[in-house]
């Protein structure tokens, strides 16, 4: 069974830093998604960054990158010069490619950018 | 109307009640799922439908009821619910067989 870990459940940065939240998963697959999801206070969750797991290049969007670990089963999103905007809960996600959509979500960590 | 669309936007009832949430998605898409989200806890995938057929119901309840009349529109039909079934009730869809998923605003519920 595959397993999505996070293991801060709340981060605060300040207003134009640097912040990194951590996942960690488990499965024994080796064709596979990760995605990292944010959801804002008004709950509509949104598609932040995703990454393949057979490109070994870190995929990146504007102020967001991860950092993806394969071996090591590590996922981490970093984001850049954080803005008020930004203060959501994020969710990191798994998914098996090819089998029928489904996801596997972590716990969440709920990040405060502070001005 | 673009994205994916859930109404009520909150709903409050009662254990005896009977009610239904609607989701509706407006991409094209072809697989549609319902998730529970309750406080602290990842979120709960609960039914998917591809194609217009459920190929996963993870052992919830049968007092939660889904139904996907097409592949632009999907049901949870709601009877006899407890307190602990208060939650966000988060709709999403994607194209079959892919992971990314696009996710409605969700549906407040509680249960007294």
């Known amino acids: 069974a595959q397993t999505v870990t996070q293991s801060q459940p709340e981060m605060s940065v300040q207003e134009a830093e640097t912040v990194t939240l951590s996942c960690t998963y488990d499965?024994?697959?080796?064709?596979?998604?990760l995605f990292w999801y944010k959801q804002p206070p008004s709950r509509q969750m949104i598609l932040v960054i995703r990454?393949?797991?057979?490109?070994?290049q870190n995929a990146t969007e504007n102020r967001f990158s991860v950092n993806f670990q394969k071996a090591a089963k590590s996922f981490s999103l970093k984001i850049s010069d954080s803005q008020l905007g930004d203060t959501a809960m994020y969710f990191c996600?798994?998914?098996?490619?090819?089998?029928?959509?489904?996801?596997?979500f972590g716990q969440g960590t709920e990040l405060s950018v502070k001005p | 109307e673009t994205g994916v669309t859930q109404t009520p936007r909150h709903l409050v009832m009662g254990m005896t009640n009977k009610k239904s949430l609607k989701c509706e998605q407006h991409?094209?898409?072809?697989?549609m799922y319902w998730y529970k989200q309750s406080a602290k806890k990842p979120l709960e995938l609960m039914f998917v439908?591809?194609?217009?057929?459920?190929?996963e119901n993870n052992s919830v309840p049968s007092r939660f009821s889904p139904e996907c009349p097409n592949s632009s529109h999907l049901f949870l039909h709601l009877h006899t619910l407890q307190p602990e079934d208060s939650a966000l009730y988060l709709c999403?869809?994607?194209?079959?067989?892919?992971?990314?998923?696009?996710f409605g605003p969700g549906t407040r519920l509680t249960v007294l």
């Open positions: 999403a869809s994607s194209q079959a067989y892919s992971n990314e998923q696009f």
């Open positions: 499965t024994s697959e080796n064709n596979y998604y």
């Open positions: 990454q393949e797991a057979y490109k070994q």
């Open positions: 996600a798994f998914g098996i490619y090819n089998q029928g959509g489904k996801l596997i």
């Open positions: 991409l094209g898409h072809n697989a």
């Open positions: 439908y591809s194609l217009e057929e459920r190929v």
